[in-house]
């Protein structure tokens, strides 16, 4: 068994180091005109100021190259991969093949993660991007516990797994909130309606409230629920799974950090000390995330532990 890497995503350059410290691994950052639901929003040139900074700590950086690019957006693709090229960033996730063309086409030797969100849910796929240059596949949220182990078990990738944070259930290319919002005559800048924590839509049948936000890429809606596998981690590690992510979008810095380092204690116990120490301190780090979890999303395990249903 090998250590997996703890992935995190970084709100700006100084929670960056912060999360360095408490134990991350692997960064993704990148900006929403070319990434899909991004915690925080990385310029160019405070992608290659974070690049620097990661690879002075001897960790990584991945860039988000995974938005929905229509015909208009391609040009503007290929001028920013020369720039990540030129950066020098370890990794591009994407998931539309326009990327892999562009790649191919621009001579760009930086590593691929394939992250086609809900879709990626059999080591076919991942086989298949493999072939094409994928060195990672993303797995979608939506899979059960014994569908993961057996992707793993026949993938030839790496193959990476979200195990905290918010789950898009939603995306529209439309602007529904600012539709919205106009038809009530009270218009709303875009920038401001990804940061408005108080956006929900309501299930009354269910009790539940999903967070809903907008951006470049249109209008995004997440589970009512935060995935915590901070308790649930010894068949994913024992199965060699290369990479865990931890998503912080819509949450705090401190969240974020405070998440990765219960993270990081955890796989740490597991492999320096074994199962048994790992075993001995996963209550009380659910229990610390459990106190700074925010009290309109309760904590669960996502689709881990029960069947996806449509």
Known sequence: MKKPEILVTPKSLDHVNALIEAGADAFIIGEQKFGLRLAGEFTLNEVEQATKIIHEAGKKVYV????????DRL???????????????DSLVF????????????????????????IATNWFQANYWEE?????AVLARELSLD???EIKENAKPEIEVQVHGMTCMFQSKRSLLGNYFLYRGE?????????????FLHDKERKNKYPIYEDENGTHIFSPNDMCLIDELTELLEAGIDSLKIDGVLHSEDYITTVTNCYRQAVDA???QGEDAYNAM????LEKIEEIQPKLRPLDTGFIFKETVY
Do not use: C, S
């Open 64 to 71: 988000a190259v995974n938005a929905i690019f229509h015909n």
């Open 75 to 89: 040009d503007a693709l290929d001028d920013y991969l020369k720039q990540l090229q030129r950066i020098g960033v």
């Open 95 to 118: 998931g539309d093949p326009a990327v892999v063309m562009a790649v191919r086409e621009l001579g760009i030797t930086i590593p691929l993660h394939w992250n086609p969100e809900t």
């Open 132 to 136: 094409r240059g994928a060195k990672r």
């Open 147 to 149: 569908e993961v182990l």
């Open 187 to 199: 218009a709303m800048e875009i920038e401001n309606r990804k940061e408005n924590k108080n956006m």
């Open 270 to 272: 597991f492999f320096d």
């Open 282 to 285: 996963k209550d009380e780090l």
